[in-house]
Protein backbone atom coordinates (compact mmCIF):
# COMPACT_ATOMS: atom_id res chain seq x y z
CA UNK A 1 0.00 0.00 0.00
CA UNK A 2 1.09 3.81 -0.93
CA UNK A 3 1.91 6.04 1.64
CA UNK A 4 -0.83 8.66 2.31
CA UNK A 5 -1.40 11.30 4.85
CA UNK A 6 -5.30 10.46 6.24
CA UNK A 7 -6.57 12.47 9.19
CA UNK A 8 -5.96 11.45 13.10
CA UNK A 9 -10.13 10.55 13.22
CA UNK A 10 -10.35 8.70 10.03
CA UNK A 11 -7.66 6.21 11.06
CA UNK A 12 -8.50 5.93 14.82
CA UNK A 13 -12.48 5.27 14.08
CA UNK A 14 -12.73 4.16 10.35
CA UNK A 15 -10.14 2.31 10.62
CA UNK A 16 -9.65 1.55 13.88
CA UNK A 17 -5.99 2.13 14.20
CA UNK A 18 -5.43 -1.01 11.90
CA UNK A 19 -3.48 1.05 9.29
CA UNK A 20 0.22 0.72 9.76
CA UNK A 21 1.56 4.21 11.02
CA UNK A 22 4.91 6.10 10.56
CA UNK A 23 4.14 9.59 12.54
CA UNK A 24 1.69 11.74 13.47
CA UNK A 25 1.56 15.31 12.77
CA UNK A 26 -0.01 17.95 14.27
CA UNK A 27 -0.89 20.13 12.09
CA UNK A 28 -0.48 24.07 13.75
CA UNK A 29 1.13 22.58 16.80
CA UNK A 30 4.58 24.83 16.92
CA UNK A 31 2.39 27.74 16.41
CA UNK A 32 -0.07 27.01 19.10
CA UNK A 33 -0.10 29.13 22.80
CA UNK A 34 -1.78 28.02 26.01
CA UNK A 35 -4.49 29.76 26.83
CA UNK A 36 -4.43 32.86 29.26
CA UNK A 37 -3.14 31.58 32.34
CA UNK A 38 -2.50 28.29 32.03
CA UNK A 39 1.76 28.72 32.27
CA UNK A 40 1.19 30.41 35.65
CA UNK A 41 -1.30 27.82 37.00
CA UNK A 42 0.98 25.33 36.49
CA UNK A 43 3.87 27.35 37.84
CA UNK A 44 1.66 28.06 40.79
CA UNK A 45 0.06 24.43 41.59
CA UNK A 46 0.10 22.64 44.54
CA UNK A 47 0.00 19.05 42.46
CA UNK A 48 0.00 18.73 39.07
CA UNK A 49 -1.59 15.23 37.89
CA UNK A 50 -1.22 13.14 34.50
CA UNK A 51 -4.44 11.31 33.81
CA UNK A 52 -3.91 7.65 32.75
CA UNK A 53 -4.58 9.20 29.09
CA UNK A 54 -2.64 8.14 25.28
CA UNK A 55 0.78 9.29 25.72
CA UNK A 56 1.08 10.18 22.16
CA UNK A 57 -2.42 11.94 20.56
CA UNK A 58 -3.56 13.34 24.37
CA UNK A 59 -0.90 14.21 26.43
CA UNK A 60 1.60 13.75 24.19
CA UNK A 61 -0.01 16.93 22.08
CA UNK A 62 -0.67 19.23 25.08
CA UNK A 63 2.95 18.46 26.51
CA UNK A 64 3.52 20.02 22.55
CA UNK A 65 2.18 23.14 23.20
CA UNK A 66 5.57 25.71 23.32
CA UNK A 67 6.05 26.47 27.01
CA UNK A 68 4.03 23.65 28.55
CA UNK A 69 6.61 21.11 29.11
CA UNK A 70 8.93 23.92 30.20
CA UNK A 71 6.16 25.21 32.83
CA UNK A 72 6.05 21.57 34.04
CA UNK A 73 9.72 20.82 34.04
CA UNK A 74 9.80 24.47 35.95
CA UNK A 75 6.67 23.96 38.20
CA UNK A 76 7.95 23.18 42.14
CA UNK A 77 4.69 20.76 42.52
CA UNK A 78 5.10 17.34 42.35
CA UNK A 79 3.98 16.07 39.00
CA UNK A 80 2.31 12.51 39.68
CA UNK A 81 0.88 10.27 36.20
CA UNK A 82 -0.93 7.23 35.90
CA UNK A 83 -0.19 5.08 33.70
CA UNK A 84 -2.54 4.56 30.75
CA UNK A 85 -0.78 0.70 29.95
CA UNK A 86 -1.47 -2.41 32.37
CA UNK A 87 0.49 -5.46 32.18
CA UNK A 88 1.68 -4.37 28.29
CA UNK A 89 -1.46 -3.37 26.73
CA UNK A 90 -3.73 0.40 26.84
CA UNK A 91 -6.23 0.17 28.96
CA UNK A 92 -8.97 2.03 26.20
CA UNK A 93 -7.96 3.08 22.95
CA UNK A 94 -5.42 2.54 20.54
CA UNK A 95 -2.30 3.61 22.45
CA UNK A 96 -0.07 0.89 21.55
CA UNK A 97 -0.67 1.94 18.01
CA UNK A 98 0.54 5.43 18.22
CA UNK A 99 3.49 4.47 20.58
CA UNK A 100 5.08 1.76 18.32
CA UNK A 101 6.08 4.47 15.42
CA UNK A 102 7.67 6.40 18.11
CA UNK A 103 9.79 3.27 18.56
CA UNK A 104 8.60 3.60 22.41
CA UNK A 105 8.10 0.05 24.35
CA UNK A 106 3.83 -0.56 25.36
CA UNK A 107 4.48 -0.73 28.84
CA UNK A 108 4.09 1.41 32.22
CA UNK A 109 8.23 2.06 32.13
CA UNK A 110 7.78 3.03 28.52
CA UNK A 111 5.25 5.37 29.02
CA UNK A 112 6.91 6.67 32.26
CA UNK A 113 9.92 7.59 29.88
CA UNK A 114 7.96 10.16 27.36
CA UNK A 115 7.49 11.81 30.77
CA UNK A 116 10.95 11.48 32.69
CA UNK A 117 12.19 14.96 32.09
CA UNK A 118 8.97 16.21 34.42
CA UNK A 119 7.45 13.12 36.07
CA UNK A 120 8.41 12.86 39.80
CA UNK A 121 5.75 10.32 40.77
CA UNK A 122 4.10 7.69 38.52
CA UNK A 123 1.27 4.77 39.49
CA UNK A 124 1.19 1.88 37.80
CA UNK A 125 -0.44 -1.47 37.94
CA UNK A 126 0.84 -4.27 40.27
CA UNK A 127 1.44 -6.28 37.06
CA UNK A 128 3.88 -4.01 36.19
CA UNK A 129 5.83 -3.33 39.20
CA UNK A 130 9.40 -4.12 38.55
CA UNK A 131 9.63 -2.80 35.11
CA UNK A 132 12.37 -0.50 34.77
CA UNK A 133 11.58 3.08 35.04
CA UNK A 134 13.53 6.06 35.40
CA UNK A 135 15.66 6.30 38.27
CA UNK A 136 14.27 9.59 39.77
CA UNK A 137 10.86 8.91 39.81
CA UNK A 138 9.17 7.32 42.67
CA UNK A 139 6.98 4.55 41.76
CA UNK A 140 3.61 3.33 43.51
CA UNK A 141 1.77 0.04 42.36
CA UNK A 142 -1.82 -0.42 42.93
CA UNK A 143 -4.77 -1.84 41.05
CA UNK A 144 -5.54 0.74 37.99
CA UNK A 145 -8.32 -0.95 36.63
CA UNK A 146 -10.40 1.55 37.39
CA UNK A 147 -14.36 -0.19 37.32
CA UNK A 148 -16.53 2.09 38.97
CA UNK A 149 -16.39 5.42 40.56
CA UNK A 150 -15.12 4.63 44.07
CA UNK A 151 -12.39 3.03 42.04
CA UNK A 152 -11.46 5.72 40.26
CA UNK A 153 -11.74 7.97 43.51
CA UNK A 154 -9.28 5.48 44.89
CA UNK A 155 -6.46 6.22 42.20
CA UNK A 156 -7.06 9.82 42.36
CA UNK A 157 -6.39 9.88 45.78
CA UNK A 158 -3.10 7.68 45.40
CA UNK A 159 -2.27 10.28 42.94
CA UNK A 160 -2.64 12.66 45.53
CA UNK A 161 -0.96 10.58 48.44
CA UNK A 162 2.05 10.01 46.49
CA UNK A 163 2.02 13.60 45.46
CA UNK A 164 1.99 14.37 49.34
CA UNK A 165 4.80 12.29 50.06
CA UNK A 166 7.03 13.80 47.52
CA UNK A 167 6.91 17.62 48.85
Known sequence: MPERAIHFQEWWVRHGASLPVRRFTVAGLSGAAPAPGV??????????????????????????????????????????????????????????????????????????????????????DTADEHAGYPPRVQVRPLDLLMRDVEGAARIAGAALDLADELR
Do not use: K, Q
Not at 60 to 89: E, N, Q
Open 39 to 124: LEAIRGADVVLLPPSNPVVSIGIVLGVPGVRDALRGTRAPVVGVSPIVGGRPVRGHADACLAPLGVEVSAAGVAGLYADLLDGWLV
